[in-house]
């Protein structure tokens, strides 16, 4: 590492700390020839390989992008956009790997958006799963319908009440009224 001041090839690290998010470290370095501070941020490069055989940095801003254009008109905000980015990121640097195709970048954005917004889920997996007909869209909304929690809409009983009775209206038939005693005919 050049010194930025003096430009000496060779620096001495005074103090090393990781990133709060963990992917990159942070060293604080001194010159021996000028005595100058100056710190340095080091990461794990992620390179992403396209289908034309090219390669590119991994780019949160490109996955914000492409999501983006699923979510149009769905009520997903910029701080959910960068959240699934960085799930994303992390999920991909947690395989190991320095490269990965772009397609497998597509489909590691799925699960987290499906969890967003199940709407941009369905556009954007009509894409990376190379949806053909209909029919491989009403499959993707029935395994949705499927997976969904089996509880969701399904009334609970509650004490001395079954569940498919509704709880009685606030205020109820007999028993006391809030502020005074109960009144009858």
């Known amino acids: 590492?050049?010194?930025?001041?003096?430009?000496?090839?060779?620096?001495?690290?005074?103090?090393?700390?990781?990133?709060?998010?963990?992917?990159?470290?942070?060293?604080r370095r001194q010159c021996p020839q000028c005595g100058r501070r100056f710190s340095?941020?080091?990461?794990?490069?992620?390179?992403?390989?396209?289908?034309?055989g090219a390669t590119e940095p991994f780019s949160?801003?490109?996955?914000?992008?492409?999501?983006?254009?699923?979510?149009?008109?769905?009520?997903?905000?910029?701080?959910d956009l960068a959240r699934l980015a960085q799930?994303?990121?992390e999920q991909i640097r947690a395989t190991g790997c320095a490269e990965i195709d772009a397609h497998e970048v597509g489909l590691t954005?799925?699960?987290?958006l499906r969890e967003l917004d199940e709407v941009a889920y369905l556009r954007f997996a009509s894409v990376y799963q190379a949806?053909?007909?209909?029919?491989?869209?009403?499959?993707?909304?029935?395994?949705?319908?499927?997976?969904?929690t089996p509880?969701?809409?399904?009334?609970?009983?509650?004490?001395?009440?079954?569940?498919?009775r509704p709880p009685p209206p606030a205020g109820g038939r007999g028993g006391s009224?809030?502020?005074?005693?109960?009144s009858g005919p």
């Open 1 to 27: 590492m050049h010194c930025p001041f003096c430009r000496n090839g060779d620096s001495r690290v005074v103090d090393s700390r990781s990133t709060e998010d963990g992917t990159a470290i942070r060293r």
């Open 40 to 52: 340095t941020l080091e990461t794990a490069s992620l390179t992403v390989v396209k289908r034309s």
């Open 60 to 79: 949160r801003a490109k996955v914000i992008a492409g999501v983006r254009k699923a979510c149009q008109g769905r009520p997903v905000s910029e701080d």
């Open 87 to 89: 799930h994303v990121e």
């Open 109 to 112: 954005i799925l699960g987290p």
């Open 131 to 148: 949806f053909d007909s209909l029919e491989d869209f009403t499959a993707a909304i029935a395994l949705l319908q499927m997976e969904r």
């Open 151 to 164: 509880l969701s809409g399904v009334r609970v009983a509650g004490p001395g009440r079954p569940a498919d």
């Open 177 to 182: 009224v809030p502020g005074g005693t109960a």
